[in-house]
Nanobody
Framework: VQLQASGGGLVQAGESLRLSCAAS????????MGWFRQAPGKEREFVSA????????RYADAVKGRFTISRDNAKNTVYLQMRSLKPEDTAVYYC?????????????????WGQGTLVTVSS
């Protein structure tokens, strides 16, 4: 499956942004999806994940209550709605697909990756 992330940009602290990740090439509903991010000089970290049927979601503690993951299997797209953004949310955000029904928080459990979209939050 090929993944194309989009929606990143420059925003001020407190503002919102919605990331999208469009999938192609395989049956999107066969995959659980995840979002990860990597800030400059830091390792890639888990942000959020959603199960294949959207019945289960998971969030990193740092984004819980501010970010919402969702998916539209008819549009082959997963979204990450980000609210109350903070400067520490600045990173390249990657979407990933996992050939399994359930959520996962480890990057090693994902099989396909998008190219990343940059989110910059100014203070």
């Amino acid at each position: 499956v090929q993944l194309q992330a989009s929606g990143g940009g420059l925003v001020q602290a407190g503002e919102s942004l919605r990331l999208s990740c469009a999938a192609s090439g395989r049956t999107f509903s066969d995959y659980a999806m995840g979002w990860f991010r990597q800030a400059p000089g830091k390792e890639r970290e888990f942000v959020s994940a959603i199960s294949r049927a959207a019945t289960r979601t998971r969030y990193a503690d740092a984004v819980k209550g501010r970010f919402t993951i969702s998916r539209d299997n008819a549009k082959n797209t997963v979204y990450l709605q980000m609210r109350s953004l903070k400067p520490e949310d600045t990173a390249v955000y990657y979407c990933a697909a996992r050939s399994d029904a359930t959520c996962a928080t480890s990057a090693t459990e994902y099989h396909y990756w998008g190219q990343g979209t940059l989110v910059t939050v100014s203070s």
